[in-house]
C-alpha cells in the first residue's frame, strides 16, 4: 500500500520531468518555426498582395539574388512627389508574420505622403522569397538589400533611412551597426523591438521561461546597439504592445550611445497596430525632417 502510495505521488513529477523535456525539444528543435511563422496566415507563402493592389502604379516586382544562392522578392517603390523628402530611400523590414504584401498601405503612406523612395524587403522563406528564415539568414538578407539600394543607379546617392518593425527591429539594429560608417545611412526607425530572444520568450511563452537558454536564435540587441553612435534613431513604442513589453523599448532607448536619439510613445498602440495610432506618420515625418533633411541643409 505505501509503494503504491509512492508510485502514485510521483506520477506528477514524472510528468511534469516529461512536459519539461517536451517543451526543452520544441523549443530547441522547432525554435525556428516559433520565431518565424511564416506560414501566417495560412496562404502567406502565396498570395503576397502587389502595390497595385492599393492603387499604386510606379514600382517594380524583383527578385533580388544574394550571396548565398537565395532569391528575394521586393517591392521598390517611386515617390510622385519628392518635394517633402527628396533624396530619401527607406529600406523597410517586417515584423515575423506575414509577408511584404500586407505591409503595402505602411510604404503607401511613406511613397505618398512622405514622398520618399521604398524598397520593400521580403526575408528568405517568407512570401515568395526561397530559403529557409534563421538569423545568420536574415542577417545576408538585410545586407543584400542595402547593398542593392547602395548599387542602384536612382539611388546610390540617397541618404538612406532602415525601417523595422518587431524582429524586423532587431534586423535593422544588426545592419546598421555594421554598416553605419559607410555614412550613407541617415537613420534608423524602430518599432516595438525587443532586448533579446531568450529576454522575450517569458513573456511570449511564460512556461518556457526556464528554458530561453536553450535558444539558438540571440537576436541581442541590447548588445548591438550600443554601437551605433553616429546615426540618428527613431523610437516608435506601442505602450499597450502585449506580446513585446513596452519596458524592452525603453531599456534600449536608456543603452541607446547615439548622439540623436527621439522617443516617441503611442499610448493605445499594440504590437500590430501601433502604426494604425494618431500621430505615428508625423513622429517619422519630423524625423526625417528634423534630423535628416535639416542636418543636411545645415552642412550644405
Partial sequence: MASSAVQFLRLPVIASSGLAVVASGLLYFKQNELIYPRNVPVDARTNVPKPSQFGIQDYEDLQI??????????????????????????????????????????????VEVLGCTVLMLEYRGYGLSTGVPDETGLNIDAQTGLDYIRQRAETSGSKIVIYGQSIGGAVSINLVAKNQD???????????????????????????????????????????????????????????????????MTQLFNLCQSNRKVWRALPNGQHNDSVAEPGYFDYIHSFLTEEILDKERQES
Fill in 182 to 248: 559607410n555614412g550613407d545611412i541617415a537613420g534608423l526607425i524602430l518599432e516595438n523591438t525587443f532586448l533579446s530572444i531568450r529576454k522575450l520568450i517569458p513573456s511570449v511563452f511564460p512556461p518556457a521561461k526556464y528554458l530561453a537558454r536553450l535558444c539558438h536564435q540571440y537576436w541581442a540587441s541590447e548588445d548591438v546597439l550600443p554601437k551605433i553612435t553616429d546615426v540618428p534613431i527613431l523610437f516608435l513604442s506601442g505602450l499597450k504592445d502585449e506580446i513585446v513589453p513596452p519596458s524592452h
Fill in 65 to 110: 539574388p544574394t550571396p548565398d544562392g537565395e532569391s528575394l522578392n521586393a517591392y521598390f517603390l517611386r515617390p510622385s512627389n519628392k518635394r517633402l523628402a527628396k533624396n530619401i530611400t527607406i529600406l523597410m523590414f517586417h515584423g515575423n508574420a506575414g509577408n511584404i504584401g500586407h505591409r503595402v498601405p505602411i510604404a503607401q503612406v511613406l
